[in-house]
């Protein structure tokens, strides 16, 4: 069966997953074991701002007013490496899209080109491996620094405000 017009089917993935479970990893053995590139937007945005591309300037534009990276310029940039001249007929996806109408205006604009996904691989984490495996050194080294503050996230804003207020008060401005 072919996909690309005349080579081998490719594989064409999707890695979704929190932060820490290992998609970059994961993605990356993914892609070598396929042969096919593993391609990280952030990696790739990073690349287009150095190189000073137009999609490079249009997305360091929005960074510089703070605002997030449009939906078209990104949709571009993965366009841009799976149908460019380098393109191999696969790839392995990390870090777009990360809403659902991402992911329906990539699906779309995928489908026009016949560059759909194969499938989507979502990597399970409990929190608790996650805080072991990003926070828990860090959390760690400020614990030993005597200057850890835990805040308990799970009310409202104000009532998570209030307490982070009464943390740094109690800080900055310890009792007599």
């Given at each position: ?135 828990s ?9 005597d ?25 900055i401005?310890?009792?007599?």
């Open positions: 069966m072919s996909r690309t017009g005349g080579g081998t089917a490719r594989l064409r993935a999707l890695m979704l997953g929190p932060p820490g479970s290992g998609k970059g990893t994961q993605g990356s053995r993914l892609a070598t074991r396929h042969g096919v590139p593993h391609l990280s937007t952030g990696e790739l945005l990073r690349a287009h701002v150095r190189h000073g591309t137009a999609l490079g300037r249009a997305a360091e534009a929005a960074m510089s007013r703070g605002d997030l990276i449009a939906d078209e310029l990104v949709i571009a940039m993965v366009l841009d490496e799976v149908l460019g001249p380098n393109a191999v007929g696969g790839f392995v996806l990390d870090g777009f899209p990360r809403t659902v109408p991402q992911a329906i205006a990539a699906y779309d604009m995928a489908r026009r080109h016949d560059v759909t996904l194969d499938v989507v691989i979502l990597l399970e984490i409990p929190e608790d491996q996650l805080i072991t495996r990003l926070t050194p860090l959390i760690d080294y400020y614990k030993g620094r200057i850890l503050v835990a805040i308990d996230a799970t009310g409202t804003i104000d009532e998570v405000a209030a307490s982070i207020d009464s943390a740094v008060d109690r800080t401005r310890p009792p007599a």
